[in-house]
């Protein structure tokens, strides 16, 4: 497995495809910063509910703020990542040499894991930066211990991120089509965003909100120190969920014919 991951990695850093994803998470910072600059200038400043990030400090929301871009980004990027190999015949030699369907899988999903952890630590260390520069480091109204703050938000994010890159994987193996699962994938996240909302009308849906990862993510405030008590049920779900979609690619892929 350790060989798969070298040479994935290497075929990836020769690609245009990663290049253009890092460009974009290297500039997604740069574009907010600007974005706040203007509004700080024509509307009188930011507001931390509204705004999220409003200074250096705030820079660690950045993933949250830019969440649905950057599901977006990875939505097209692990379809192509992942259906390329299917059309192109590529896991056929993989899986003719003896590599087995669970470490092919497997690779794939430690690869998307990586992919996501850079993008949140490039995407908030470039915010804190660049945010700090222009407004200061500045605080998070009312938290006391940053430090205990900071890595618990940064650590919950990734996770609640990359369990939904964790469907955008199962749904590639599960459909072994570019197209296709870039369609569902984009469905599945625009879907998810929505339907939380929808149970919130209804009592017997309601205590379902909470464990779909996009909830936390569209309709929960990490502006407030009371986010912490959120956090080990944030962390459950996001790994429950990356559990399921992984079991369930897998069993999916492994019992498939592949072309």
């Not at 990695?9 to 994803?21: H, M, T, Y």
């Not at 190999?85 to 669970?102: D, K, M, P, W, Y």
């Not at 599960?174 to 965003?193: E, K, N, R």
Request: net charge positive.
């Amino acid at each position: 497995m350790l060989n798969l991951l070298r040479a994935d990695r290497i075929k990836l850093q020769g690609g245009r495809k990663f290049w253009s994803v890092a460009m974009i998470m290297l500039v997604l910072p740069f574009f907010q910063l600007l974005n706040s600059i203007s509004k700080d200038h024509y509307q009188g400043g930011l507001h931390l509910q509204v705004d999220q990030v409003i200074n250096g400090a705030t820079g660690v929301l950045m993933p949250l703020k830019s969440n649905l871009l950057i599901l977006l980004i990875f939505c097209a990027f692990i379809s192509f990542y992942i259906g390329e190999e299917f059309q192109s015949g590529t896991i056929r030699n993989a899986l003719s040499l003896g590599v087995s369907r669970l470490k092919y899988y497997s690779t794939k999903l430690v690869i998307a894991c990586e992919l996501t952890l850079g993008a949140v630590i490039l995407v908030t260390g470039l915010s804190m930066i660049g945010f700090g520069s222009v407004y200061g480091f500045g605080e998070v109204a009312g938290v006391d211990n940053y430090g205990q703050y900071f890595w618990l938000v940064a650590l919950t994010l990734f996770l609640l991120i990359f369990s939904v890159v964790a469907v955008y994987v199962e749904i590639s193996f599960m459909l072994q089509s570019v197209g296709v699962a870039m369609m569902w994938s984009f469905i599945f996240t625009i879907a998810m965003g929505f339907i939380p909302g929808i149970f919130q009308k209804f009592d017997g849906l309601k205590s379902l909100t909470w464990w779909f990862s996009e909830s936390y993510l569209f309709y929960t405030s990490f502006t407030t120190p009371d986010v912490l008590n959120l956090v080990p049920k944030m962390i459950t779900v996001s790994v429950v969920t990356i559990l399921i979609a992984s079991g369930i690619g897998y069993a999916v892929f492994n019992r498939s014919d592949i072309k």
